[in-house]
């Protein structure tokens, strides 16, 4: 498995995801298994079936959240001296040409992307047409609804 781009926040949130993981929910899955096999029959026992289930998806997530952290390239772009080109974990602000609608993107990790918090995959069309840029510059960026040419309006490493 190759590195895994990462921002110091995307990082974070997943640690605090595993320990929350570790330290309450796989506890709390086991006194729930334990108590389903007091109630006899676990063959007809819902409680001790549902318990296990959710047993194995916290498993499954924890295994999941540690082979990223341990793949993980953490860069912290707050730290770099700002180039002026577009680069993973920059916050980008866009001008569309056509609607003159203006919006900001941070390029982050895919296990990090929200649209909603405009936050955007470094794999996604926008940032792979964005990445290598400089402020002033137009770009072509094909989407679902055609190409749109956007303006590079500002590019921050914060």
């Known amino acids: 498995m190759s590195a895994i781009p990462m921002t110091v926040q995307g990082a974070e949130k997943l640690r605090t995801e595993l320990n929350e993981l570790k330290s309450v929910k ?5 006194q729930a298994i334990a108590e389903a096999r007091e ?33 993980a390239q953490i860069i912290d772009i707050s730290k770099m001296a700002n180039t002026g080109k577009v680069i993973f974990g920059s916050t980008v602000t866009i001008l569309n040409l056509d609607t003159e609608e203006e919006v900001t993107y941070r390029i982050v990790g895919d296990d990090e992307a929200d649209i909603k918090n405009n936050l955007i995959s470094v794999n996604s069309p926008i940032a792979r047409g964005l990445i ?7 770009v072509n960026i ?3 609804k055609g190409v ?9 490493y914060i």
């Open 26 to 30: 796989r506890p709390a899955v086991i």
């Open 39 to 71: 109630h006899g029959d676990l063959k007809e026992n819902a409680e001790y079936h549902a318990a296990r289930e959710q047993q194995g998806f916290i498993e499954g997530r924890i295994q999941d959240i540690e082979a990223k952290l341990s793949n």
């Open 132 to 138: 290598g840029k400089s402020a002033d510059d137009v």
């Open 142 to 144: 094909t989407t679902p």
């Open 148 to 156: 749109v040419e956007y303006e590079i309006t500002e590019i921050e």
